[in-house]
């Protein structure tokens, strides 16, 4: 163990630990917008896990505590408030894990839109990075935003 | 990422490059950044520049290197930020004249031993935990082949892309994952799991679906890319895992099957020519039994001559 | 603790069930297509109260459905950051643990609902 210890203590470690999947400017990799939905994949996840824990408290209130107490919650939400500010971030990050875990079941699970093995050739990118799969990356960006934004149109403005 | 950039074998880099060298010293236990000025030539390399440094201006730069043209996988480092390997990269490719600067660091995710070389123990073991190697049941058979195995092209084209890997590490040191997680095996050792047990002349795939099965095997891997970006050799690691994935869920519902093929057996015996058609004719002058009898002559010299 | 593999394939199934479901629990909360006027008007009690006795089933499907991907998610991120024997235990255990605890508010929160008076 002493010997080891003597050992690691002479090497360097350059690890980024954690820092690698909330820092997408860590490396600068061209042609890689599969990093940063990786990136995000994991705080929206983180997100919308700790929403879903608020969320089955709250909804339990009406069991809880009578529907007197419901109403009240709910007065919280209307027009711009901290929780509804909230509230609407944690809806944008359950709209992107939902939009990117879709193309996420189809490339990990079923092996779908990743391109086919080939013979390397001029201008070697990789079969990944040309496949289906980067097509359903850029419309989950655009269909993102386009109903992160319509959602907000509902929640604020009506 | 443009590997191979047609572009980057006319550009001129900036006549001067100032590069900056992350360097560490294991006997002081100290880390810091160094910089040194080179004049550049046309066509110049990461790797060259970094031999003129170590030949000209400061001879304790220790680097890693053997064939200079990205065979032998010895050189990856981070350049300014992303992981290649220093004799594939021009200079004039990561510097520009408006900013004539070239950061060089040791690769990530991996343990420093000196300046920009590291260590490679972990990545190796994990290659070997997956059994890299072709794995034969019968052994007497395997011991003493009389035949070859049968191998069609599309089963080799299947796999033929994920056997191009020259182990250099840079996979690993763009994953995400691995940087936070020790116990990955890493793409390319998922990789390389997964060109063996689609290979129909392998017996050994049960037991390397086992070692892959677990958090830290391919279900670590989250499709973040990096390593198919920055593969020099196009071996598209993150394509595989993938594959590997479909492939394991698929097995343990039952639904796949390897695929086995054993020897090819003799062959068969040269069989008799079958006469032409007699509205056949041969150009004029030749004659087919005469050329069937006379040796093949090639005129080497006059072809050289001409 | 479970194969990986067998928690991995729970987690792409219900990570497709959730993309049925959430759309569906996200669709009802559209004021249009309930026929009023605002979002608020969508959490109006007897709107709540009638939404849960209807589909009761389907908001527990989802309920243990979201929970078990959640808390697999954020039990996958922790077991990357940090290894040992006992973090690894302690990781999954209080991971069964949030389970169970949640499962049964939300279980509760579906069976134990009152009608508004």
């Known amino acids: ?158 | 990422m443009a590997i191979f950039d047609a572009r980057a074998a006319v550009m001129i880099p900036p006549r001067k490059v100032k590069f900056l060298i992350r360097r560490y010293n294991p006997e002081e236990g100290r880390s810091w950044w160094q910089e040194y000025e080179v004049e550049t030539y046309r066509g110049m390399t990461v790797l060259d520049a970094l031999l003129k440094i170590k030949e000209e201006i400061d001879h304790t730069l220790v680097l890693r290197y053997s064939c200079r043209m990205a065979v032998c996988g010895s050189c990856g480092m981070i350049i300014n930020g992303t992981p290649r390997l220093a004799c594939q990269t021009q200079v004039a490719e990561v510097a520009s004249e408006a900013r004539p600067v070239v950061k060089v660091e040791p690769m990530y995710n991996f343990k420093v031993i000196r300046d920009l070389v590291v260590d490679f123990t972990e990545f190796f073991e994990k290659h070997r935990r997956v059994k890299p190697y072709l794995i034969r049941r019968d052994v007497e058979e395997r011991e003493n082949p009389k035949y070859e195995y049968r191998l069609l092209p599309e089963e080799y084209e299947s796999f033929y892309q994920y056997s191009l890997c020259i182990a250099c590490g840079l996979c690993v040191s763009a994953c995400p994952v691995f940087a936070s997680d020790r116990r990955f095996l890493g793409p390319q050792a998922l990789a390389q799991a997964y060109r063996f047990i689609i290979d129909p002349r392998d017996e050994g795939w049960a037991e390397r679906l086992e070692i892959v099965d677990s958090e830290d095997g391919v279900f670590g891997c989250h499709l973040a890319a990096s390593c198919s970006a920055v593969c020099p050799k196009e071996v598209d690691p993150g394509a595989a895992i993938q594959r590997l994935r479909s492939l394991l869920l698929r097995y343990r519902l039952g639904l796949w099957k390897k695929k086995i093929s054993g020897p090819v057996g003799p062959l068969e015996k040269k069989a008799e020519r079958k006469p032409l058609p007699p509205e056949a004719e041969t150009l004029p002058g030749v004659s087919l039994e005469e050329l069937e009898e006379s040796e093949v002559e090639i005129p080497v010299d006059e072809l050289i001559a001409g | 603790m479970a194969r990986a593999s067998l928690l991995y394939l729970l987690q792409y199934v219900t990570g497709a069930l959730m993309i049925v479901l959430v759309s569906w629990h996200l669709a009802m909360r559209i004021p249009w297509l309930r026929g009023v006027e605002s979002f608020i008007e969508t959490l109006d009690s007897t709107v709540v109260y009638n939404e849960i006795t209807g589909f009761s089933v389907l908001l527990l499907l989802l309920a243990y459905s979201t929970l078990f991907h959640g808390i697999n998610g954020l039990r996958m991120i922790l077991l990357e950051l940090r290894h040992g024997r006992y973090w690894d235990r302690a990781v999954n255990i209080a991971a069964l643990i949030t389970f169970i605890v949640f499962a049964a508010i939300a279980t509760h929160s579906v069976v134990g609902v009152e009608p508004p008076s």
């Open chain 1, 1 to 158: 163990m002493a010997g080891r210890q003597g050992r690691s203590a002479r090497l360097l470690d350059l690890r980024p630990g954690w820092k690698a999947f909330v820092n997408p400017w860590l490396l600068r990799i061209a042609n890689n917008p599969e990093r940063l939905a990786f990136i995000m994949h994991r705080v929206t996840g983180v997100i919308a896990s700790l929403f879903l824990f608020l969320h089955i408290i709250s909804t339990n209130v009406p069991a809880r505590e009578g529907w007197e107490a419901w109403r009240e919650e709910v007065m919280n939400l209307q027009g711009l408030t901290l929780t509804s500010i909230l509230f609407y971030i944690a809806m944008g990050a359950i709209l992107f894990h939902g939009l990117n875990g879709t193309r996420l079941i189809l490339a990990e699970a079923l092996a779908l839109g990743i391109g086919r093995p080939e013979k390397p050739k001029p201008p070697y990118i990789a079969p990944l990075l040309r496949g289906f799969q980067r097509t359903l990356l850029y419309a989950t960006f655009v269909l993102w935003i386009i109903l992160w934004a319509l959602l907000g149109y509902v929640m604020f403005f009506t």
